[in-house]
């Protein structure tokens, strides 16, 4: 009677060498994106597109992957770290997800779901314009990664707060909040709607607020739920002026 081999319905495994002087490992250089796109964008389109707006010193390679998937290939590292730094870019409307490579990762188990935003908060009254409450509402967005503004007093040189924030974009955009103002020394004011606003917002859903995806397509809410959903084009905004003020970073 024969014997079945050891192992026979095992799987396979292998313990593959972190490299080899075959190659030189550049994943230093690169940056891995995903174009949030509901179908496949065509890659002659998106280097273009890209080959126009990115103002690098050294040429980048872009190598098209599935599910509008790239792989950006930098010449030196200042050309990654500006093009990382000026995030998000938006493709044709579609927002590009950009982030490192991550050692030990594959493809699909990278998370595209973050993405950092500057985001105006308009609409505070001019005694709440602190770095402190920046910090405090911050947390309605998501991630806080920088507050712009004096280390200490009010913020006069603008008329909003200005975060840097790392958003869920799979997520509804946050809209803003309301403001309590029953104080001791405001018992008479109402309180107000604080709103957000987003600087090089893409293309978004108007009844669910999520991007990725446009109204017509959307299937997280009904048709009569968007329609006072309260999304709209307000929620986007211009880049503000860069009027040198400090910005105090709490995470890369």
């Not at 309180?191 to 669910?208: A, G, I, N, Q």
């Not at 299937?219 to 503000?240: M, N």
């Amino acid at each position: 009677m024969a014997t079945e081999p050891v192992g026979l319905n095992e799987p396979d495994s292998l313990e593959l060498e972190e490299g080899s002087n075959e190659s030189i490992d550049t994943s230093h250089l690169c940056l891995i994106g995903k174009i949030l796109a509901p179908k496949p964008l065509n890659t002659q389109a998106v280097q273009r597109i890209l080959s126009g707006a990115w103002k690098t010193c050294a040429s980048v390679n872009i190598s098209a992957w599935p599910d509008n998937v790239f792989l950006f290939s930098f010449g030196n590292l200042d050309d990654r770290a500006l093009i990382l730094q000026q995030t998000p870019w938006s493709i044709m409307g579609n927002l590009l997800v950009l982030q490192p490579l991550q050692v030990g990762k594959t493809i699909s188990e990278m998370d595209f779901s973050l993405c950092p935003f500057w985001v105006q908060v308009h609409d505070l009254p001019m005694e709440k314009m602190t770095r402190k409450n920046g910090q405090i509402i911050a947390v309605k967005i998501g991630n806080l990664i920088g507050v712009e503004a004096p280390s200490d007093g009010l913020l006069l040189a603008r008329s909003f707060l200005r975060l840097r924030v790392e958003i869920n974009v799979t997520a509804p955009l946050p809209k803003g909040f309301m403001l309590k103002r029953q104080t001791a020394h405001s018992s008479k004011l109402k309180d107000t709607w604080v709103e957000f606003k987003y600087e090089r917002l893409s293309d978004f859903c108007y009844d669910c607020g999520r991007i990725g995806h446009k109204k017509p397509a959307c299937k997280f809410v009904s048709r009569e739920e968007g329609r006072t959903s309260g999304y709209g084009p307000g929620l986007r905004t211009r880049v503000a002026k860069n009027l040198g003020l400090s910005v105090a970073y709490y995470q890369d």
